[in-house]
């Protein structure tokens, strides 16, 4: 399969929150995208297969020196294709590009796969977000040092 990677685009919306449906339990309005992207516009990466979106990734930066991914998701039929490590890693040197250190996202504490794919990229649980989520349920923060090229 060949992928691509690119920054988002407002015009891709649609197709970014179908994905976001699909893969993510918890629901976002438009706004939120578009907040996220005008926010980091370098932090809002699509991985793309051919000319569909198969999966995405976007954060922010908050504070001085931490990024925080904000959603990762990976469209089904695309997983175990190295989406999400590219995603990850491209995430990752963005957050880098602007003096970044660490990188934390908060992971639901039943999504044992998302949990194990954010292990196995460097990162660690440094808390535990009880209620995090709008059903209830807990959150894991996990986080990972970046090293300065």
């Known amino acids: 399969m060949f992928v691509q990677f690119r920054l988002f685009n407002p015009s891709q919306l649609g197709e970014v929150i179908e994905i976001a449906k699909k893969n993510l339990t918890e629901r976002y309005n438009d706004f939120v995208f578009l907040d996220i992207q005008r ?3 370098s932090g809002f990466i699509l991985g793309m297969s051919d000319q569909t979106i198969a999966g995405f990734i976007c954060g922010g ?5 931490e990024a925080r991914i904000l ?3 990976v469209d089904t039929p695309f997983r175990r294709n190295g989406i999400g490590t590219g ?3 491209l995430f990752e040197q963005e957050a880098v590009n602007v003096k970044v250190s660490r990188v934390k996202l908060e992971v639901r504490t039943d999504n044992t796969d998302g949990i194990n794919f954010y292990r196995n990229h ?3 649980v440094s808390s535990l977000l009880p209620s995090y989520y709008n059903d209830g349920f807990d959150a894991y923060v996990m986080e990972k040092p970046l090293v300065k090229p």
Not at 61 to 65: A, F, L, P, R, T
């Open 39 to 41: 926010s980091w516009p």
């Open 122 to 124: 460097g990162y660690s």
């Open 71 to 73: 959603m990762l998701a």
């Open 61 to 65: 930066i908050s504070g001085e020196k």
């Open 87 to 89: 995603l990850m890693s």
